[in-house]
Structure formats: structure tokens, C-alpha cells
């Protein structure tokens, strides 16, 4: 796992560019720490403004926002924005030459499937982010399946190289569940009889996690889930980032996460959703 | 510009804010690198209680114009999880970092305990005096007593029986974290004095509470799963600046200030209030450097200005 430098550090933004309903932010990679290496796929960073980090919608954003790093390349890393509220907005204006804030590389990342092993990659909305820095790290093709509102989010599919869509309102691809996708996948490689079952690889939405775990789980597939959360400082300091965990205690995704093997969880919940834990 | 705080001796006076840093994740995100340049000039642990706790339900967080407010419901491993499990690692940690202004690594442990009762204290308190690795105890005083339902700390009467009770418990420093949710703070700064604390600590959050927004899928219904919540950041620095200065015009103990420090002028502000020591809570979140940043410019201004 790639260690961070225990202090934020300041990139040059070199790009802001749309990708249909989503914006691509490229910025200069930070000069590595000693010790630190490349970012892994599933691994994000805490980002904000430099300048004008404030005074938006409800006079916020004051904290730093958790993006995945979509991409690591050429000396830059990307990131797939959505602009949901007054942080995400407020980044998304970012141009060439702005300044923002990162701390990270954070959290745990996919464990890559073993030489030899298969992948399934499963996709919804923004959260196919990690999903790109996954694929370019895999060392085979590996089936990409991605879920999206309408045609204009499903534009962010070209984030990735041969991805099959499928969108809620039917207007690109597969009129449906991306899990519907995965289930003919599982089900074509459960056909294949003799290979080698394949690891599932997910980032999305609650409920379309909560789908994909139900199914892999249904199936005996192996999943690994990356999970959201609010957070205040993605390295396990505020203790605000937590989700139950199948034996009734809570993990901290930001430093247990973000990737998570499905097991561990007894359901993928909207946050705001959960019960009482006991304690 | 070290210096003395009830006879720990800080190599400069910036310390963290307890809950607010946990070394022992920060070590396993940062590595070493932590340690070369730590944050802080003592290490402030979350509180502790004697069973452990799993925490509030989410969400636990609120973000508000400047601030944050927390429903985390103190997370913690219970005493004998803590003497077990956190406790070697804090001592490896604190033994080898070192903060600005150092020649030489090491940074004093202060355990943060908290009780419903005085009884429950004691307990706590006397398990700390037992373990060389913690240099002082913290009480955090804002626990309802099981029997009236109000802050043990919000009553100077009950906060002073209580720090009496507990007071016999250890030789080790004994800092009384005052809560800012009651009428007369002063007060009860001076019950804790009386009680036999050598230091107060001021202040801790402001009791709030946050309705879902309308986006949500909860719109309008409360928004914390604990409730209501602590507000802390800048929204409350300059609530802390009038109760640390009110403070310490009346007791002659340290006073070690917080509340919404983000640089060294708020720090500075504190200390001239009348704090011997500040402390940074919310701000690291931010940038886990904070506190080094803010000692370093400290020091360089203390500098210029001999
Ligand atoms: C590990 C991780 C990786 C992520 N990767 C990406 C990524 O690659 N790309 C991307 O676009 N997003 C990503 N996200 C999500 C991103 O962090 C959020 O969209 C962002 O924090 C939203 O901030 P905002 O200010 O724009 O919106 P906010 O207004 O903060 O709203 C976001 C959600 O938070 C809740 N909320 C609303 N108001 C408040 C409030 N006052 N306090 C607390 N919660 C509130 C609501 O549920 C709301 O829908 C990731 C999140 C995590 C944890
Ligand atoms: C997420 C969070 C957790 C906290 N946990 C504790 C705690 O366990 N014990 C305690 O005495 N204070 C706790 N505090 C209070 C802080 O130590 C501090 O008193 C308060 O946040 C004000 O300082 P700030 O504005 O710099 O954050 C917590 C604060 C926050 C934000
Ligand atoms: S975001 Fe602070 S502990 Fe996870």
C-alpha cells in the first residue's frame, strides 16, 4: 500500500475537461515522498481548493472532499468529478493552473486478482473512477461492466476501454441493471466449466453495491466493494466515516476501506439508512 | 519556547485536541515520516471508558458554515482494550516522535478517560497511575450522570466531589476537560481547581444538532444517528477565545485552550487569553500538519522578537 507524507500537499490543476455529465480533473503529480510509491487502484486523496475553499451553497465547503484517483499516468492523476453539492461544484470550476490541496494517496486498496486469475469489473456513476486505475493496472482483459442514469452520465463509460453500458432510462446500451450485466456474466462463466471463478471488482452507488454483493454472494463469487462515506479527514483521525460490519462493529472506511471484501459486510446501506448497532 | 504544563515539560505548546487524532492510524497511513516531525508536543488519546464502546450509528458527521458537528459517541476499546491493545503501540509511537522545536524524540501521553460516575473515574483513573507510559490523565467531564441526567461536568458542586474523589487516584497530572454546555463555566473551572486538578482544558464542543437536507433521502428528520451532536472549528474559536479568557482570569491552574485553531495567530489569541498550552482539534482533519505548522511559526516569531 502506497504511503502518503503526513502533510497536504499543493498540485497545479493542467486540465479541467467535461466528459458528458461528469468532469475530468487533471493535476501534476506531487514529487513522491521518500518511500512513497505510485497510487494503488482503489486508493483516493482528500482534496480542496486552494483559493475561494468556502461560502458556497450553506456557506460550506470547509472540509476536504475524498475523490478516488481515477487515473495515474504520465506524471498527473485524475480525477472523475460530479458536481452534487458546494465542494464538488467548487472543484469542478477549478482550470489550468488552479491550486488545490491533497492529502493521500489513502486508504486500502483492490487486492489484484492472482496471476492467472479472472476479473469482472462492475461500474456505477461516478464510481467507476477506481475502476479506470484498475484497469490499466490489470494485466489482462478483464470484462468492464458500467451503470448509468441517462446518455449524458453514460458519456463517462469513455473513461474506460471497452465498457458494456447500461442505463436506467434504456437510452444507451442495455436497457437496465448493470447487475443484470453481471449476472449474465457470472452465469456465462459458471457455463465455462473448469475456469477459474472470477473475482468481482465494484464502485457505485449504495444500493447497486447492495445488488452486487447480494448476487455474489447468492453465487459464491468472490466481491470486493469500494465503499463512500462521509468524511472529515480520510485517515482514520475522526472516526466519522464508519459502517457496520458484519459482526455488529463498525469499520472506518477511509482506513479499513475503501475496499472492502464483501464478507465483510452484511449489506451495502444508503448512509442516514442504518439502525441501531448493538455495541 | 518549551514549556511546563502541570510538570510535563513540552518542547512547544501545541498539543492536539483528544479525539481528534489518532496516532496510532496516523502511523499506519503515514509511516515513520509521522514521527520525524510530530504534530504535536503531547499526545492527547480519545477518551476512554471502562466497557468498550461501539459508537454512535451513522451518518456522524454534519458540515455547517465553518464547522463541523460530530455525533461519533466516543468509539473506543474499553479500558482493558486500551491497556492492551492501544497502549504499546501510543508508547512505541510517543517515544519516538518528535515535535518541532525538539533536539530529541519523545512526546508525553495524556490519557482522556470518562465515567458516569465517580466511582467509574476512579477506576479508570487508578489503571492509568499504574502504567509508566502515560505521563497524565484527562477527565472529560461532559458524561450525564445516570441518576439526574445532567453533565457531570456542567454542575461546579458535583464536578468538584467528583474531582475530589478521583484526585487520590493518581500522583500523575490530572487535567479536568471542562464542558462549554452550562451556564457558568468559570465556575466550574474553579470547582475542578478546588477539586485538586492541576490543569483545565477548555472547551470541548457546543451541543448542536443538524435536520437532513432536502437532497436526502431523509429530508427533514434529524440527521445525526446519535441525535445531536459537538460543533467544533472555526465556528467556535471565538466562543473559546471569551471562555478560555474568562477562565483564566480566575483560577491559578494552567489553562490549556481549544477551539477552532487553524493558525498560529489563533493560537497565539489563546495564548495571550491567558492558555499556557493550545490544543488542535477540527483544524487537523484539514492537514494532518497543523500542529507542526503552528508551533514552527510560533517559534519563529518568539525568535525575531529576543
Ligand atoms: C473514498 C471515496 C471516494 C470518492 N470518489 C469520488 C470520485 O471519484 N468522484 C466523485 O465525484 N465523488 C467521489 N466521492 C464522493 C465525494 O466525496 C462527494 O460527492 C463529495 O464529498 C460531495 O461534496 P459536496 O460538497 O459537493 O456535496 P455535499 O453537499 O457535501 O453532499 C454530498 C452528500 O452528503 C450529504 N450532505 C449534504 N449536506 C451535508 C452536510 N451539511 N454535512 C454532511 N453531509 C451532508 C448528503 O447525503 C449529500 O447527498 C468519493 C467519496 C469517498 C468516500
Ligand atoms: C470528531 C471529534 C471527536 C472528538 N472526540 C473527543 C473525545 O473523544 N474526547 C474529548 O474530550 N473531546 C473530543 N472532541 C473535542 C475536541 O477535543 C475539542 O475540544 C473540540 O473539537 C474543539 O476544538 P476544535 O475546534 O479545534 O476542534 C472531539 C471533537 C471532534 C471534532
Ligand atoms: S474520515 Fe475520519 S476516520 Fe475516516
Given at each position: 500500500?502506497?504511503l502518503a507524507?503526513?502533510?497536504?500537499?499543493e498540485?497545479?490543476?493542467?486540465?479541467?475537461e467535461?466528459?458528458?455529465?461528469?468532469?475530468?480533473?487533471r493535476?501534476?503529480?506531487?514529487?513522491?515522498?521518500?518511500?512513497?510509491?505510485?497510487?494503488?487502484p482503489?486508493q483516493?486523496?482528500?482534496?480542496?481548493?486552494?483559493?475561494?475553499w468556502?461560502?458556497?451553497g450553506?456557506?460550506?465547503?470547509?472540509?476536504?472532499?475524498?475523490?478516488?484517483?481515477?487515473r495515474?499516468r504520465?506524471g498527473?492523476?485524475?480525477?472523475?468529478l460530479?458536481?452534487?453539492?458546494?465542494?464538488?461544484?467548487?472543484?469542478?470550476e477549478?482550470h489550468?493552473?488552479?491550486?488545490l490541496?491533497?492529502?493521500?494517496?489513502l486508504?486500502?486498496?483492490?487486492?489484484?486478482?492472482?496471476?492467472?486469475g479472472?476479473?469482472?469489473?462492475?461500474?456505477?456513476?461516478?464510481g467507476?473512477a477506481?475502476?479506470?486505475?484498475l484497469?490499466?493496472?490489470?494485466?489482462?482483459?478483464?470484462?468492464?461492466?458500467?451503470?448509468?442514469?441517462?446518455?449524458?452520465?453514460?458519456?463517462?463509460?469513455?473513461l474506460?476501454?471497452?465498457?458494456?453500458?447500461?442505463?436506467?432510462?434504456?437510452?444507451?446500451?442495455?436497457?437496465g441493471?448493470?447487475?443484470?450485466?453481471?449476472?449474465r456474466?457470472?452465469d456465462?462463466a459458471?457455463?465455462?466449466?473448469?475456469?477459474?471463478q472470477?473475482?468481482?471488482?465494484?464502485?457505485?452507488?449504495?444500493a447497486?453495491?447492495?445488488?452486487?454483493?447480494?448476487?455474489?454472494a447468492?453465487?459464491?463469487t468472490?466481491a470486493?466493494?469500494?465503499l463512500?462515506?462521509?468524511m472529515?479527514c480520510?485517515?482514520?483521525a475522526c472516526?466519522?466515516?464508519?459502517?457496520?460490519?458484519?459482526?455488529?462493529?463498525?469499520?472506518?472506511?477511509c482506513?479499513?476501506?475503501?475496499?472492502?471484501?464483501a464478507?465483510e459486510?452484511?449489506?451495502?446501506?444508503?448512509?442516514?439508512?442504518?439502525?441501531?448497532v448493538?455495541? | 519556547?518549551?514549556?511546563?504544563?502541570?510538570?510535563?515539560?513540552?518542547?512547544?505548546?501545541?498539543?492536539?485536541?483528544s479525539?481528534?487524532?489518532?496516532?496510532i492510524?496516523?502511523?499506519a497511513?503515514?509511516?515513520?515520516?509521522?514521527?520525524?516531525?510530530?504534530?504535536?508536543?503531547a499526545?492527547?488519546?480519545?477518551?476512554i471508558?471502562?466497557?468498550?464502546?461501539?459508537?454512535?450509528?451513522?451518518?456522524?458527521?454534519?458540515?455547517?458554515?465553518?464547522?463541523?458537528?460530530n455525533?461519533?459517541g466516543?468509539?473506543?476499546?474499553?479500558?482493558?482494550?486500551?491497556?492492551?491493545?492501544?497502549?504499546?503501540?501510543?508508547?512505541?509511537?510517543?517515544a519516538?516522535?518528535?515535535?518541532?522545536?525538539a533536539?530529541t524524540?519523545?512526546?508525553?501521553?495524556i490519557?482522556?478517560?470518562?465515567?458516569?460516575?465517580?466511582?467509574?473515574?476512579e477506576q479508570l483513573?487508578?489503571a492509568?497511575?499504574?502504567q509508566d507510559?502515560?505521563a497524565a490523565?484527562?477527565?472529560?467531564?461532559?458524561?450525564?450522570?445516570v441518576?439526574?441526567?445532567l453533565?457531570?461536568?456542567?454542575?461546579?458542586?458535583q464536578?468538584r466531589?467528583v474531582?475530589a474523589?478521583v484526585?487520590?487516584?493518581?500522583?500523575?497530572?490530572?487535567?479536568?476537560?471542562?464542558?462549554p454546555?452550562?451556564?457558568?463555566?468559570?465556575?466550574?473551572a474553579?470547582?475542578?481547581q478546588?477539586?485538586?486538578?492541576?490543569?483545565?482544558?477548555?472547551?470541548?464542543?457546543?451541543r448542536?444538532?443538524?435536520?437532513?437536507?432536502?437532497?436526502a433521502a431523509r429530508?427533514?428528520e434529524?440527521?445525526?444517528?446519535?441525535?445531536?451532536?459537538?460543533?467544533?472549528?472555526?465556528?467556535?474559536?471565538?466562543?473559546?477565545l471569551a471562555?478560555?479568557?474568562?477562565?483564566?482570569?480566575?483560577v491559578?491552574i494552567?489553562?490549556?485552550?481549544?477551539?477552532?485553531?487553524?493558525r498560529?495567530?489563533?493560537?497565539?489569541?489563546l495564548?495571550?487569553a491567558?492558555?499556557?498550552v493550545v490544543?488542535?482539534?477540527?483544524?487537523?482533519?484539514?492537514?494532518?500538519?497543523?500542529?507542526?505548522?503552528?508551533?514552527?511559526?510560533?517559534?519563529?516569531?518568539?525568535?525575531?522578537?529576543?
Amino acid at each position: 500500500m502506497s504511503l502518503a507524507p503526513p502533510h497536504r500537499r499543493e498540485l497545479r490543476v493542467t486540465a479541467n475537461e467535461a466528459l458528458g455529465a461528469y468532469r475530468v480533473l487533471r493535476v501534476a503529480a506531487p514529487d513522491r515522498a521518500p518511500g512513497e510509491s505510485a497510487p494503488e487502484p482503489g486508493q483516493f486523496a482528500m482534496i480542496a481548493a486552494v483559493e475561494r475553499w468556502g461560502g458556497g451553497g450553506d456557506e460550506r465547503p470547509y472540509l476536504p472532499r475524498a475523490f478516488s484517483i481515477a487515473r495515474c499516468r504520465e506524471g498527473e492523476w485524475h480525477f472523475l468529478l460530479e458536481d452534487v453539492g458546494p465542494g464538488t461544484k467548487r472543484l469542478c470550476e477549478l482550470h489550468e493552473g488552479s491550486a488545490l490541496w491533497a492529502l493521500g494517496p489513502l486508504g486500502r486498496p483492490f487486492a489484484l486478482p492472482a496471476p492467472g486469475g479472472r476479473a469482472v469489473l462492475v461500474g456505477g456513476g461516478v464510481g467507476i473512477a477506481p475502476l479506470a486505475i484498475l484497469q490499466d493496472t490489470l494485466a489482462g482483459p478483464a470484462p468492464v461492466l458500467l451503470g448509468f442514469r441517462d446518455a449524458a452520465h453514460a458519456q463517462g463509460a469513455a473513461l474506460l476501454q471497452d465498457a458494456l453500458v447500461a442505463t436506467d432510462d434504456g437510452s444507451v446500451g442495455h436497457d437496465g441493471r448493470v447487475t443484470e450485466l453481471l449476472a449474465r456474466e457470472l452465469d456465462s462463466a459458471e457455463a465455462q466449466a473448469g475456469r477459474q471463478q472470477p473475482v468481482v471488482y465494484a464502485c457505485g452507488p449504495p444500493a447497486m453495491l447492495e445488488a452486487v454483493r447480494a448476487l455474489c454472494a447468492q453465487t459464491g463469487t468472490p466481491a470486493q466493494l469500494a465503499l463512500e462515506a462521509g468524511m472529515a479527514c480520510g485517515y482514520g483521525a475522526c472516526y466519522g466515516c464508519a459502517v457496520p460490519r458484519v459482526d455488529g462493529r463498525y469499520l472506518r472506511v477511509c482506513v479499513d476501506g475503501p475496499v472492502v471484501d464483501a464478507s465483510e459486510l452484511a449489506e451495502v446501506v444508503e448512509p442516514g439508512a442504518y439502525g441501531e448497532v448493538p455495541a | 519556547m518549551s514549556v511546563s504544563l502541570a510538570g510535563l515539560d513540552l518542547a512547544n505548546p501545541i498539543i492536539n485536541g483528544s479525539g481528534t487524532f489518532d496516532a496510532i492510524a496516523a502511523h499506519a497511513s503515514f509511516g515513520d515520516a509521522l514521527c520525524e516531525v510530530f504534530p504535536f508536543a503531547a499526545y492527547v488519546s480519545k477518551t476512554i471508558t471502562l466497557q468498550p464502546r461501539a459508537g454512535n450509528p451513522p451518518p456522524r458527521l454534519f458540515e455547517t458554515a465553518a464547522g463541523l458537528i460530530n455525533s461519533i459517541g466516543l468509539p473506543n476499546k474499553g479500558l482493558r482494550g486500551y491497556l492492551e491493545h492501544d497502549l504499546p503501540q501510543l508508547e512505541r509511537i510517543c517515544a519516538t516522535a518528535r515535535p518541532a522545536g525538539a533536539r530529541t524524540a519523545g512526546v508525553p501521553l495524556i490519557t482522556n478517560v470518562m465515567g458516569a460516575t465517580a466511582m467509574e473515574l476512579e477506576q479508570l483513573v487508578a489503571a492509568c497511575d499504574q502504567q509508566d507510559a502515560i505521563a497524565a490523565v484527562e477527565l472529560n467531564v461532559s458524561c450525564p450522570n445516570v441518576s439526574t441526567g445532567l453533565d457531570i461536568g456542567a454542575d461546579p458542586e458535583q464536578l468538584r466531589e467528583v474531582v475530589a474523589a478521583v484526585r487520590p487516584a493518581t500522583r500523575k497530572p490530572l487535567i479536568v476537560k471542562l464542558t462549554p454546555n452550562t451556564a457558568d463555566v468559570p465556575a466550574c473551572a474553579i470547582a475542578a481547581q478546588d477539586g485538586g486538578a492541576d490543569a483545565v482544558s477548555l472547551i470541548n464542543t457546543l451541543r448542536a444538532a443538524a435536520l437532513a437536507p432536502a437532497r436526502a433521502a431523509r429530508s427533514g428528520e434529524r440527521w445525526l444517528g446519535g441525535g445531536t451532536g459537538g460543533l467544533s472549528g472555526p465556528a467556535i474559536r471565538t466562543v473559546a477565545l471569551a471562555q478560555v479568557a474568562a477562565v483564566a482570569e480566575r483560577v491559578a491552574i494552567p489553562v490549556i485552550g481549544i477551539g477552532g485553531v487553524q493558525r498560529a495567530s489563533h493560537a497565539r489569541d489563546l495564548l495571550d487569553a491567558g492558555a499556557s498550552v493550545v490544543a488542535v482539534g477540527t483544524e487537523s482533519f484539514r492537514d494532518p500538519a497543523t500542529g507542526s505548522r503552528i508551533a514552527a511559526e510560533l517559534m519563529c516569531v518568539a525568535e525575531t522578537q529576543m
